[in-house]
């Protein structure tokens, strides 16, 4: 068959005249992209007295209120020391991991590093916060951050940060409703991001297209109750 001859699939183009695109085809899909990225996997954990659920974000202060709380960690080869730099002024912290004093800074959540040696001079250091308010303790106000990702798109991965501070009795409880489909919220424990304590995440791919009314709720430790309202635009 010469080349103006069709070929038995009907195309006017011979085997031979192909073959040379399918060895580009084959070579292209052989192609790999690569990065690299790296991981720590530490021996010790350390944690505050809300463990793995929040395990960063410690009990409110009050200003020019006595103050008493404590980390531990766990693993390695035990015998802790802790030192910590950062913490609120009037704080301090023991070698054992107990933490006290009477905060004088003024009201705010303050962001601190703890660190915890082991006997064999092994440690771990974690971001850890502190949220000092004035007495009597409000509400928690509820802090939507990153607020220019109000939009988010169908199968599209969609992350924002969500803040309590100003209030409330730590640990705080989180809860959600009227999410799009395909969406959640999660706590640091739980999340592949790297944000500060007593953050969460709203987090996911919605799947359905619409506008929804979202409603957050966050309760402190002692039953106390705050609720805001926020409506992200989905689009396709």
Not at 113 to 137: E, G, K
Request: aromatic share 8%; charged share 10%.
């Amino acid at each position: 068959m010469n080349r103006s001859q069709a070929s038995p699939s009907g195309s006017l183009l011979d085997q031979e005249t192909l073959q040379p695109c399918r060895k580009l085809l084959r070579e292209a899909q052989r192609h790999t992209v690569f990065h690299n990225i790296s991981m720590s996997v530490f021996a010790i954990n350390l944690s505050g007295p809300s463990g793995s659920s929040n395990p960063g974000f410690l009990p409110n202060a009050t200003r020019f209120g006595a103050y008493s709380t404590s980390v531990t960690a766990s693993g390695g080869a035990g015998g802790y020391t802790f030192t910590t730099s950062g913490l609120p002024s009037g704080l301090n912290i023991s070698p054992s991991g107990a933490i006290t004093g009477t905060p004088t800074s003024g009201p705010g959540k303050y962001t601190f590093n703890v660190t915890a040696t082991d006997t064999s001079h092994v440690s771990f250091t974690r971001s850890m916060a502190i949220d000092v308010i004035d007495a009597p303790q409000p509400l928690p106000f509820i802090s939507l951050n990153s607020a220019v990702y109000n939009l988010a798109s169908i199968g599209s991965y969609y992350s924002r940060t969500i803040d309590a501070n100003n209030g409330g009795v730590a640990p705080f409880v989180w809860n959600a409703s009227g999410l799009p489909p395909g969406m959640g919220i999660r706590s640091a424990s739980t999340s592949s991001r790297d944000f500060s304590p007593g953050e969460i995440e709203l987090w996911g791919a919605p799947t359905t297209t619409g506008s929804y009314n979202i409603t957050l709720t966050v309760t402190d430790s002692v039953g106390a109750s705050t609720f805001s309202a926020s409506q992200p635009g989905e689009r396709s």
